[in-house]
């Protein structure tokens, strides 16, 4: 890739030393000139722990600014890792879009931009540019694992999963899947991606690092249970890495889902959605999954949806209403390919 040889400085500086042994809580401050504070910055919260040797885990949340399992998990780990206890390195970043998060949007309210689509980023670029630019070519390059810790956010729910996807280095994929069996998510989706340009996924797979992220319910707002998932399987990667010396916790055995050419639905109408299905729920092929109203046309019939295979509803479109070209679920199919043993 030709962004790992930009020699361009980056903007953002921070106080934390990424060699430095023990914990080191500070920032990311990312110069932001605005008309409310004209040599003003975004301070976004970085730690690093390390301890002993070992590998490096780098776990972000808060990619979208309202999916919040990633940040409650990660500040919770900030405040009980010990690095006395760690063999490795640990570096956290609660809230990769913090602006997103600070307005509670998917989106940064600074420049309107998408953070797991703003990879490999731009040192010279807007805000969003340039924390992915920093992240991209100062941070990963450290890394040995990255967990990027995602929900449904305000529009959309999901099963409570784990998420990798399908890769060509089978070695990686039966390591990134043992990883996941180890997160201890009930669900893991090996996800094809819509598109993944720009995605921070991408940007760590084509360097040869291992990622793993999750899809943890949704609805822009956590629960018990997604929390849970969070919280263990932030602990199951150290234990799983050697990082922690300590059991794993949380219930274990993962469910292996999948999603085969056709699981997006995507509607093709706007309007008033009525979900038949919710995530969890299976269909058979031809069963009605959503109908979609028309408050214009109130005495015609709804647009009718129908499952086209048998499967799994792994996501569904969690507003009210819906537009044309949204994506209405995703039906996964089971597979034991990644089953241990
Ligand atoms: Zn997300």
């Keep these: 890739m030709t962004k790992r040889q930009d020699t361009r400085p980056s903007r953002i500086s921070t106080e934390v030393d990424f060699a430095a042994k023990g914990v080191q809580h500070g920032h990311l ?104 630019d920093y992240v991209q070519r100062f941070i990963l390059p450290l890394c040995d694992c990255v967990v990027d810790i995602h929900a449904g956010g305000r529009m959309m729910r999901f099963l409570p999963a784990c998420v990798i996807h399908r890769l060509a280095d089978r070695q990686m994929m039966a390591r990134t899947a043992a990883a996941a069996r180890a997160f201890g998510a009930p669900n893991c989706l090996v996800l094809e991606e819509l598109d993944a340009h720009g995605m921070l996924d991408t940007a760590v797979e084509a360097m040869g690092t291992m990622f793993i992220s999750t899809e943890l319910g949704g609805g822009g707002t956590t ?50 959605l009525e979900m038949t299905v919710e995530p969890g729920h299976e269909v058979a092929a031809g069963d009605v999954i959503a109908r979609i109203h028309d408050i214009d046309a109130p005495a015609a019939a709804p647009a009718r949806y129908t499952a086209p295979s048998h499967g799994l509803i792994a996501h569904r479109h969690d507003a009210g209403q819906i537009a044309r070209g949204d994506c209405l679920c995703v039906i996964a199919t089971e597979t034991d390919e990644f089953d241990d043993g």
């Design 223 to 272: 629960t018990p249970e997604t929390l849970e998932i969070a919280r263990n399987g932030v602990h199951n990667i150290l234990v799983h890495f050697g990082l922690l010396d300590a059991p794993l916790k949380g219930p274990g055995k993962t469910r292996f889902l999948e999603t085969p050419e056709g699981a997006f639905i995507i509607a093709r109408e706007g309007g008033i």
């Design 29 to 132: 401050t990312i110069p932001h000139s605005r008309n409310a504070s004209a040599w003003g910055s975004i301070l976004s919260p970085v730690s690093v722990f390390k301890g002993g040797e070992g590998p490096t885990v780098l776990f972000t949340g808060a990619s979208h600014g309202d999916e919040y399992e990633g940040p409650i998990a990660l500040m919770h780990l900030m405040r009980t890792l010990d690095p006395a206890a760690l063999n490795g390195r640990v570096i956290v970043i609660p809230a990769l879009n913090y602006p997103a998060l600070k307005a509670g949007t998917r989106l940064s309210p600074v420049d309107g931009k998408n953070m797991n689509r703003a990879f490999p980023g731009d040192p010279d670029g807007t805000v969003t540019e340039m924390i992915a």
